[in-house]
């Protein structure tokens, strides 16, 4: 059993997930980096994250069930228990639904909901023993309040929310919490691929000017994970520089 609290972050070979894994690292997590495609990537962030401790890079399909499950049972065989499971993993396949193909739907909804849902079935079993566990969520600023061109990805991120506050709901009685983060617009390989002209609309409608980092993200993480947010469970956090 690790002497120190373990963190799974789904999908940290990259962008915010990367950031959180090594943010939880720095403070003393053992840290699983969960990746899908990008081993040398996930096994860089591993690098990182054990230049301050224990840390782990697991391969899954969050989608699933098995794999998800299988990723749980790795966890628990390398570092024997879990206190925070992020839900970071995140597609997009973004089309204005003239176009939108239903592969297109199935995909997102599949990778960011179902993910979540199945990564929180797998752990629920751990954290009720424990009496103890954060479930960190990452949905996003677009589901709530919808974009045109991503009708998949913002049901997939207003259904995040939806299972957050269900799960917050089942949770309490074991002293679980279960919160989620909407970023707003963070600079990560997933904005990068976006029209220039795209991230001028999206920049002025942020008050505080400038987008958002993956540090932005993983300090609010920290804080939801911290014992200072142990009575807070069910939310919704916006960092996303004031946009709604
Ligand atoms: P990113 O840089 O594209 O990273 C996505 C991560 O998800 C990668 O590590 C990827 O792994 C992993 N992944 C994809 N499919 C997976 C699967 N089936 N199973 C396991 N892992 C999978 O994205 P990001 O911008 O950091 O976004 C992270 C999260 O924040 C997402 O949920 C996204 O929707 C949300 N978000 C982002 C923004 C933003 O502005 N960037 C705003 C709101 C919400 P591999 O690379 O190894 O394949």
């Not at 003393?28 to 224990?54: F, I, P, T």
């Not at 065989?77 to 206190?83: H, K």
């Amino acid at each position: 059993m690790s002497e120190r609290k373990v963190a799974i972050v789904t999908g940290a070979s990259s962008g915010i997930g990367r950031e959180m894994a090594i943010r939880f690292a720095e403070s003393g997590y053992a840290v699983v980096v969960n990746y899908l495609n990008n081993k040398d990537q996930a096994d860089e962030v591993v690098e990182a994250c054990r230049s301050s401790g224990e840390s782990l890079a697991i391969q899954a399909d969050v989608s699933s069930f098995e794999a998800s499950k299988a990723l749980v049972d790795q966890t628990l065989d390398a570092f024997g228990r879990i206190d925070v499971l992020i839900n970071n993993s995140g597609i997009n396949r973004d089309a204005l639904m003239l176009r939108m193909k239903e592969d297109d739907f199935d995909a997102v909804i599949d990778v960011n909901l179902k993910g979540t849902w199945n990564m929180s079935k797998h752990v629920t079993r751990t954290m009720f023993k424990q009496k103890s566990g954060r479930i960190i969520n990452i949905s996003s600023v677009v589901g709530q309040i919808g974009n045109p061109g991503q009708a998949n990805y913002v049901a997939s991120k207003a259904g995040i929310i939806g299972l957050t506050k269900s799960l917050a709901k089942e949770f309490g009685r074991k002293r679980i919490t279960v919160n989620a983060i909407a970023p707003g617009f963070i600079e990560t390989p997933m904005t990068d691929a976006l029209e220039e002209d795209v991230k001028e609309t999206y920049l002025a409608q942020i008050p505080i000017g400038r987008f958002g980092s993956p540090v932005d993200i993983a300090s609010t993480a920290l804080f939801l994970a911290s014992d200072d947010a142990k009575y807070i469970s069910g939310q919704v956090i916006g960092v996303n520089g004031g946009m709604i």
